[in-house]
């Protein structure tokens, strides 16, 4: 599996007004820091530092279609994601409805990837086998970027099911191949257990 398991572009294994495909998601904004308007950002790959060498990016706020323009003025490194100031962010109400917000970097600024290396969006629509067995499981439907972990989304008989994307659970992506392969263990696509029925109390006979 490839080393790096950072972004998902809108465009491997790592939008504006631009083709949506010259824009990749990088992290979100995971919450507002202090009462100046600075943000802590998530990044998908957590050993990228490319918010402290780029100026421009676009953020897409929950529920948005639409990006809009923020210039980064300030990076600093924190233990629990990077620090940022953002020119159009004043203070902490406006930080707030940052909250969730994706982050997008255009590719020009993008480092260029290693052979080994990809992009999430590069995973979608790729087939999914048993690690063990080579049986088909399903397809990739998306990656599903969290600051907990980082889930991969599959297409299993007709349903969603989401797998933590850990080299554990996610022993292979090959791109060249065109091929991902799970490691299914007990439970993982064990269809969920419908709650048990609740037995309607019958009134007393008068």
Do not use: W
Request: aromatic share 6%; with cysteine.
């Amino acid at each position: 599996m490839s080393a790096d398991r950072s972004p998902s572009s809108i465009q491997s294994r790592s939008q504006g007004s631009s083709s949506k495909n010259d824009y990749v998601v990088v992290g979100v904004i995971a919450q507002p820091h202090g009462i100046r308007g600075e943000v802590r950002a998530h990044l998908f790959n957590r050993d990228s530092d490319i918010l402290s060498e780029v100026q421009n990016v676009q953020l897409r706020r929950k529920g948005k279609r639409r990006s809009e323009p923020y210039t980064i003025t300030h990076s600093r490194f924190h233990t629990k994601g990077p620090l940022l100031r953002l020119k159009e962010c004043p203070d902490r109400t406006h930080a707030e409805e940052l909250r969730g917000a994706e982050i997008l970097i255009h590719n020009d600024d993008m480092p260029e990837l290693s052979p080994e290396e990809y992009y999430y969006f590069q995973m979608e629509g790729l087939p999914v086998f048993d690690t063990h067995t080579g049986d088909a499981l399903g397809t990739v439907l998306r990656v599903m970027p969290s600051p907990a972990q980082d889930l991969l989304e599959i297409d299993y008989e007709g349903r969603k099911v989401l797998v933590p994307l850990v080299d554990e659970l996610v022993p292979l992506v090959d791109l060249e191949e065109q091929r991902v392969e799970v490691n299914p263990i007990p439970g993982l696509f064990d269809e969920e257990p419908s709650p048990p029925k609740k037995n309607k109390k019958k009134s007393p006979s008068s």
